[in-house]
C-alpha cells in the first residue's frame, strides 16, 4: 500500500479501501488505450461514447480477477448498437468493438435521443469469465430493457454476486498533447465501490418491491433496510462527476481523498492495462483450418487468396490456401 498523494497514471486500475465505511473498489481511467480502440475505428460520437463505458466497466471487473483468465463484456440487443464486445486478458490486455446501424443512428441523432439506454435498446448484457481449459465458464447475464451499462452493472452485482455495489462510468474527449501529436483524445474513467463487511447479516440488501400491496398496508422503504455505512458510502460515490473521471490532471488518488478523506482512504498497488488484440496469423490459420476444405474453398476471393479483418483491431490478412494444406499434428 502507499500513501495517497503518489501520482496515478492513465490507462491503470487503481484498488482502495475506506475501512471505515467497510468498502472496497476501484477507479480507472483509461486515456491512449481507449483513443486508439476508438479512433482506430473512427465510431461516431454516440457510439464511441457506450463502447467507452464499457471498456471502462470491464477494466474495473475483469481487473479484480486473480489469475491468468479472461473477462469479457458482450451486449446483444435490437438497439441501434446491437453489439458491444469488450475483452480483458488478465492481467493487463483490453481490445473491444461495437456492431451499428448508421442510418438508424442518424435517425436517432434528428430525433435528439441518444443516450446509452437508447442507443443499446433492449436485450441481455452477459459478462463471462473464462478461466482456461483446465476450468469451468463463469457467466452472468442480466437484461438490458432501454437501461444504461451503470444499472446493468448493479442490476449483475444484486442478482448473481449479491454484493451491494454502486458503478460510475463516463466518457468524453480531452486536449492532449504528447511527444507524438497534440489534439483532442478519448477518455473514460470509472469508480466501483462495494460494501464487504465482516458480518453477511450487515451486507444483506433488500428485497426487490414485492408489487401491487394490499389496501391499507404500505411497501416499507428499500433504504430502511440499508446498512448506514453502506448509505453514506453511496451517498459519496454518487457525488462523482463526470469530469472528475475524466480529467487528465486529476489523479484518481485526490479523487477518492475528495470522496472518502473523512472516513479514511487506503490505496493499493496500481495496475496498468494497455490495448492489446489476440488476433495472430498462426490464431487465423488455426481458425480456417476448423472448416471443412468446401468452406474454404468458398472463401477463395478473385485474387485467389482467403482475406481475414480483424474486427477488433482491423488488421487485414491474406492467406493463401496452400498455407492450409498441411495441417499440424
Known amino acids: 500500500m502507499r500513501d495517497v498523494g503518489v501520482r496515478t497514471e492513465d490507462d491503470r486500475v487503481l484498488p482502495f479501501a475506506v475501512e471505515g465505511l467497510d468498502v472496497r473498489g476501484r477507479v480507472v481511467k483509461l486515456g491512449p488505450a481507449l483513443d486508439r480502440i476508438l479512433r482506430r475505428h ?4 454516440p457510439v464511441a461514447r457506450v463502447l467507452g463505458e464499457a471498456t471502462a466497466l470491464t477494466a474495473l471487473l475483469g481487473s479484480a480477477l486473480k489469475f491468468n483468465g479472461r473477462f469479457q463484456l458482450q451486449t446483444r440487443t435490437d438497439g441501434v448498437i446491437d453489439m458491444l464486445v469488450v475483452d480483458f486478458d488478465a492481467p493487463d490486455r483490453l481490445r473491444a468493438c461495437a456492431r451499428f446501424d448508421a442510418e438508424r443512428l442518424a435517425a436517432m441523432a434528428e430525433a435528439g435521443t441518444l ?18 481449459a483446465e476450468m469451468s465458464r463463469y457467466q452472468g447475464v442480466v437484461a438490458l430493457e432501454g437501461n444504461d451499462l451503470e444499472a446493468a452493472a448493479h442490476q449483475y ?41 465482516h458480518s453477511a447479516e450487515r451486507q444483506r440488501q433488500a428485497d426487490l418491491p414485492p408489487g401491487d400491496a394490499p389496501e391499507g398496508h404500505d411497501i416499507a422503504d428499500a433504504d430502511a433496510f440499508e446498512d448506514d455505512a453502506w448509505v453514506e458510502a453511496k451517498l459519496l460515490a454518487d457525488t462523482t462527476e463526470d469530469h472528475e473521471l475524466i ?12 470522496l472518502f478523506h473523512e472516513r479514511g482512504v487506503r490505496v493499493f498497488e496500481g495496475q496498468s492495462v494497455h490495448e492489446e488484440c489476440r488476433c495472430s496469423r498462426p490464431r487465423i ?7 471443412s ?37
Open 42 to 45: 473512427a465510431y461516431p460520437p
Open 115 to 132: 443516450t446509452t439506454g437508447d442507443l443499446l435498446g433492449h436485450g441481455h448484457l452477459a459478462l463471462t469469465v473464462d478461466q482456461g
Open 157 to 197: 452485482f444484486l442478482q448473481s454476486e449479491q454484493i451491494p455495489t454502486r458503478v460510475r462510468l463516463a466518457v468524453g474527449e480531452a486536449f492532449t498533447s504528447d511527444n507524438d501529436a497534440s489534439g483532442m483524445r478519448y477518455r473514460a474513467g470509472g469508480l466501483m465501490v462495494q460494501f464487504l463487511p
Open 247 to 258: 480529467d487528465p490532471t486529476l489523479q484518481s488518488e485526490r479523487l477518492l481523498l475528495r
Open 285 to 291: 490459420l488455426a481458425t480456417l483450418r476448423s472448416f
Open 293 to 329: 476444405q468446401q468452406d474454404r474453398d468458398d472463401m477463395v476471393g478473385d485474387d485467389g487468396c482467403i482475406g481475414i479483418t480483424c474486427e477488433f483491431c482491423s488488421r487485414h490478412y491474406e492467406v493463401e490456401p496452400a498455407e492450409l494444406a498441411d495441417e499440424p499434428v
